[in-house]
């Protein structure tokens, strides 16, 4: 690899003069994917620096996912794309349509030069923590959306703590980072208060709650509401031994549940709305045809998608709870 010399008068930083130097080898041909680089030795000793600046400019690269490190190995070049400022490292619970919204609204605000790469753990810790501990040091900022997970805190912890931004649901342990989140909670009390008069005419309100993957924010807020307003309700797991009956009020939080609960209100022959009400939580296009439409508590994914890209653009350490709202349609 033939390295530019350095200047040593010119204002440059020499690690930006060793990053512009690779840089430049890549752009040339003379480093090529997976081709190797000189040790931080070497180049120490090569141009009279100091192993921390030869770091940096290794950080800075790897950073932007231009190079890799391999332990006992060195470093390699892993991307020829040397126009890739940043490099952005997205963890999922899981992808379903409003996920989807949020990650394309995420992308449409953020430049060209920026890349993302995502994953997903699937409410499953140990993906959780093997996911973010073997990505150390290797991308620019980290978007985490932790869900439920008990002690996420202690893998999160080995990232930089300016570079981390918590998404979605977050809690006392992870207060210290920027955040884009919802207070289920609340936007389930409110939501279902907005609603109060066409939810009296029902005689009793179901939960359906799957603790494993849902925030229990959202178990509090409907609790609260029922309480407050001395509601019947009940709390259930699963639909598989559940009858809807006339008079019940379903709110329901997947979409998976939410067919199942339509298919078993036909089978059952009630009708919705006249016998059987439901409220599913998340909007999507498909809530807004099936049955007529399906009223829901939503927040707007669109808008924490955006909103994140624009906190990372700004470098902005900010904690921003995102809206939500009731949207009535036909099923209650």
Known sequence: MNL??????????KYKQLVASIESSIADGSLKKDDQLPSLNVIKDRF????????????????RGIINSVVGKGYYVASENVFIQQKVFVLFDELNSFKEDLYNAFLEQLSSNIQVEIYFHHFNIHTFNNLILNNVGNYTYYVIMPANLNDTHKAISSLPADKVYILD??????SQYPAIYQNFEKNVYEGLQEGLSL?????KLVLMFDENSQPVGI???????????ELSYIV????????PRIGEVYV?????????IIKKIKEASLEIAKDVGIISYNDTLLKEVV????????TDFSFMGAKLASMILENSQEKIENPSKLIIRKSV
């Open 291 to 298: 049955a007529d439409g399906i009223t829901t508590i939503s």
């Open 48 to 63: 009279n620096v100091s192993r921390d600046t030869v770091l940096t400019a290794f950080n800075e690269l790897k950073n």
């Open 4 to 13: 530019q010399s350095f200047h040593s008068e010119s204002k440059i930083p």
């Open 252 to 260: 329901i939080l997947d979409d998976k549940n939410l067919i199942r």
């Open 236 to 243: 259930l797991p699963s639909l598989k031994e559940c009858m």
């Open 199 to 203: 939810i009296k005419k029902y005689k």
């Open 219 to 229: 178990l509090k807020g409907f609790t609260a509401f029922c309480n407050a307003f």
């Open 169 to 174: 649901q977050t809690n006392e342990q992870l």
